[in-house]
């Protein structure tokens, strides 16, 4: 009978001891940190934690104005660039249609860079390259984007046999990914051939295309400078979420150094 009594009070006691114990630690560290703050000194401290968020601030800033700039001098560069003859295909990348039928002028834009340079080709004795149309349907589209560009290019007189048309892809890496598929079954070499965009979009589809193997330049149509502005914002943001663990890591590090620093 004692016995039973001893161990109902060591039942009753032992969550009591862990609530001690806990108690106990939180009443040290609460201790330890009102000493460890009176010997900084209060103010002492929150300077140094304002100067921490700051340097760490203007730290990131200047990290992300690089890359910006950097981003900015590279799309230039790319924009410079210059396609040479002979290709054998051109691939032509898709945006939205108007009215869910109509090509838009940025579309357009696009479609008769290609047109110019398969006509340049075609005028310098070279077989004129394949052109492929690449732009699947979106859900408030009446037919694929493809379609309605190879309408285009029947309509400014580009021989039928010369247009592919691509009409399963909603994104860039699609469109790179789908038309190295039609490439493939024509037997051609990933190598030899292009690809058309607006001038914003040259360097962030070079990338699709070097990340599916094809290993080609693009050149760019034309874009009217309020929206190329805009466009080219957009760009970055897309740039930046596609390295966006590279980035959150250089953020860590940078905030790693200025705690370093300051403390």
């Keep these: 009978m004692q016995n039973n ?143 309605a560009m190879g309408r285009y290019l029947l309509q400014k007189g580009i021989d039928p046999r010369h247009i592919l048309l691509e009409k399963h892809s909603h994104n860039t890496y699609e469109n790179m990914l789908f038309s190295q598929k039609i490439i493939a079954q024509k037997g051609i070499a990933f190598t030899q051939g292009l690809f058309v965009t607006s001038n914003y979009h040259v360097y962030r589809a070079g990338l699709m295309a070097h990340q599916v193997g094809l290993n080609i330049a693009g050149f760019g149509s034309k874009t009217h400078f309020p929206f190329w502005c805009r466009a080219l914002g957009r760009e970055f943001a897309a740039i930046l979420l596609r390295y966006k663990y590279l980035h959150l890591m250089s953020i860590v590090s940078l905030v790693i150094l200025t705690i370093a620093i300051v403390f």
């Design 5 to 147: 009594f001893h161990k109902r009070q060591l039942l009753i006691w032992a969550p009591k001891k862990h609530i001690v114990g806990l108690a106990v630690l939180l009443t040290s560290v609460l201790i330890l940190g009102i000493l460890g703050l009176s010997w900084l000194g209060w103010s002492k401290f929150l300077n140094k934690i304002n100067y921490l968020f700051f340097f760490s601030l203007c730290l990131i800033f200047t990290y992300f104005l690089i890359c910006f700039l950097t981003f900015l001098a590279t799309a230039y560069l790319f924009s410079l660039w210059q396609p040479k003859f002979p290709q054998k295909y051109l691939i032509i990348l898709g945006a939205g249609l108007l009215h869910g039928q109509y090509i838009s002028p940025l579309l357009a834009a696009r479609i008769n860079r290609g047109i110019k340079f398969y006509q340049q080709q075609k005028a310098a004795s070279f077989t004129p390259p394949l052109i492929i149309c690449s732009g699947g349907q979106g859900g408030d589209e009446h037919l694929a984007e493809a379609q």
